[in-house]
């Protein structure tokens, strides 16, 4: 199966992740686990920037599906250009989707990904609507 990245999304956050001799297998490629490495990687440094620290006692963001796309092997050593994007805010949830390309292959998508964030009240293990400050990140 595999999921389209829409064309409405709005980009949010990008960085540069060192590929780890130990991320490839014994194909001599980047194993497929370490692209979601990549990505999660991607969106906690994301949310880490905006403020968004996990508050077990409080609120905050749970991925509850994610995807990935493998296009072209990622291959030690080089560097991953990961960029995050954001769409579809709704009361609880937003969509999150994210590229990966070499930095010295600009343009040449490697993977794509993404996960769908769903806000909770994690004391009472439940959905939380959306804090307004987050939904003013998601809007731009």
């Not at 001599?28 to 403020?51: D, K, P, Q």
């Not at 006692?57 to 291959?75: K, M, S, T």
């Not at 990904?113 to 009240?121: E, H, L, R, Y």
């Not at 307004?132 to 998601?138: S, Y």
């Amino acid at each position: 199966m595999r999921i389209e990245i829409p064309e409405q999304k709005r980009q949010v956050f990008e960085m540069v992740i060192p590929i780890r001799w130990g991320d490839m297998d014994a194909m001599g490629h980047v194993n497929n686990a370490n692209y979601f490495r990549y990505l999660e990687t991607l969106r906690i440094e994301w949310m880490c920037s905006i403020g968004c620290a996990p508050a077990p006692q409080g609120e905050g963001p749970v991925i509850v599906n994610a995807f990935c796309n493998f296009y072209r092997q990622l291959e030690y050593p080089g560097d991953v250009l990961a960029k995050l994007f954001v769409s579809d805010p709704a009361r609880t949830t937003f969509e999150s989707w994210a590229t990966l390309e070499r930095s010295d292959q600009p343009g040449v998508i490697c993977a794509a990904g993404g996960a769908t964030v769903i806000w909770v009240d994690f004391p009472k293990q439940k959905a939380a609507p959306l804090p307004d400050w987050m939904r003013a990140h998601l809007a731009g």
